[in-house]
C-alpha cells in the first residue's frame, strides 16, 4: 500500500511539474526560473529536481509535432533539375527519390511534372514545366510560376544533386519510420489483434524500411503495403 500510495505521488508531482513546465515553456520562461522564485524552500528543491525531466519533455512534444523534412535540400534538388536538365541529371535523382519522398505537396507536383516530360521526350526547363502543370491543372498546386522559377536560385551546384537526393530520401524514411512506430504502438494497444502477428509485421515494416535504404531505392508506402498484400493472397491462395 505504502509503494503504491509513493507512486501516485510522485505521479501527481510529475504531471504538476509538467503543467508548470508548459506554461513557462509557451511563456519563453524555463522551469528552473520557477524554481529559482522559490529559492531556500523545500519546493525548490522539488522543482529543480524535475525541472529537467519536464523540460525536456516539453520540448520532446514540440520536436515531434514537426514529421523531418529538408525543405533545402528539396528545392536544391528541384532546382538542379531546372537549371541544367539532363538525362544522367535525372537519373542520378530517381536512384534516391521518387514524387512521395518530397515532403512538400508542391515539391511532388514538380518532381511529377518533370518526369512527366521526360517520358514524353520534351525538354525540361521552367517554361516547359510550367506549361505542362498549366495543362494538366496542377500549376496553383505546384506554388505558382513565381516559386517554380524560385528553385533555380535555390541551387549552390548541380553538381552535388546526388547529395541532394540523399537528405530528401533520408528524410522520407525517417518520416516511414515514424508512420511505422506509430502504427506499432496502435496495434500493441490493439487487443484484438494476435501479438505473434504485431511482432511479425513490425519485423517487416523495418525490414522493408532497412532493405530499401540499402539498395538506394525507397519504395512509397503505399506500393510496400500493396506488395504485401499481394503476397498474402499469393500464400492463400497456394494452400
Not at 532546382?79 to 515539391?107: C, M, T, W, Y
Not at 490493439?190 to 523495418?206: G, P, Y
Request: glycine residues 6%; hydrophobic residues 40%; proline residues 3%.
Amino acid at each position: 500500500m505504502g509503494s503504491r500510495l509513493w507512486h501516485r505521488t510522485w505521479c501527481i508531482l510529475f504531471i504538476a511539474a509538467l503543467c508548470i513546465a508548459l506554461l513557462y515553456w509557451f511563456g519563453d520562461r524555463p522551469l528552473s526560473e520557477f524554481a529559482h522564485g522559490y529559492k531556500d524552500t523545500a519546493i525548490h528543491a522539488w522543482a529543480k529536481h524535475v525541472s529537467l525531466l519536464a523540460d525536456s519533455a516539453v520540448q520532446g512534444v514540440a520536436r515531434d509535432a514537426i514529421p523531418p523534412y529538408r525543405d533545402e535540400a528539396e528545392s536544391a534538388t528541384l532546382g538542379a533539375l531546372l537549371l541544367n536538365f539532363s538525362v544522367d541529371l535525372l537519373d542520378e535523382v530517381q536512384q534516391h527519390i521518387r514524387p512521395d519522398d518530397f515532403f512538400k505537396g508542391a515539391h511532388q507536383v514538380i518532381f511529377r511534372g518533370i518526369n512527366a516530360l521526360h517520358e514524353k521526350g520534351e525538354g525540361v526547363d521552367i517554361l516547359t514545366l510550367t506549361g505542362e502543370l498549366q495543362a494538366s491543372g496542377e500549376l496553383e498546386k505546384a506554388g505558382g510560376t513565381a516559386y517554380i522559377a524560385s528553385l533555380t536560385s535555390r541551387v549552390p551546384t548541380t553538381a552535388n544533386v546526388g547529395f541532394y537526393a540523399k537528405q530528401v530520401q533520408e528524410a522520407s524514411i525517417r518520416r516511414l519510420l515514424l508512420n511505422a512506430a506509430h502504427k506499432m504502438i496502435a496495434d500493441a494497444h490493439d487487443d484484438s489483434q494476435e501479438t505473434r502477428a504485431i511482432i511479425e509485421d513490425a519485423e517487416k515494416s523495418i525490414f522493408d524500411l532497412n532493405d530499401n535504404q540499402s539498395r538506394g531505392e525507397l519504395k512509397p508506402s503505399r506500393e510496400v503495403i500493396q506488395k504485401t498484400i499481394e503476397n498474402i493472397e499469393k500464400r492463400y491462395h497456394t494452400k
